[in-house]
């Protein structure tokens, strides 16, 4: 049914956990009462330097999850905003077609993170400096 790929990044995900110097964050779904992504992201120089995540999901939301963090790690902003579900389908070998609707959280959740910091971004820019 899951291709190797979707097993091993289930099975073994990489970048779990919260960020502590995480400057963006985006949550979809609804942690108190069923599936939900968490994606955290440490932005420097307008790359991310760093993204992991958190989950309650089924393997393929696990494994959705765990190949976005490796795709978006290193890329500009503009460059991990532009990812789709269908590139973490194609970078996970294919999904099931009744799973492939668990891509779409990991990217919204990517993309909120991106927003949150761009948000917060701003907001620095635009405060007084302290003298």
Known sequence: MYTAKVMDHFQNPRNVG??????GVGT?????CGDF??????VRADRLKEVS????????SIATASILTEMATGKSLRDAV??????????????PESKVHCSNI????LRQAIVDYLQKHKKKKESPQQA
């Open 106 to 109: 990991g990217v919204a959740a």
């Open 37 to 42: 992504v968490r994606i955290y992201i440490h």
């Open 53 to 60: 995540f958190e989950i309650c999901g089924c393997p393929a």
């Open 28 to 32: 979809v779904g609804d942690p108190d």
């Open 82 to 95: 532009a990812i789709k579900e269908e590139d973490v389908v194609k970078a996970l070998s294919g999904l």
């Open 18 to 23: 919260i960020i502590p110097e995480a400057n």
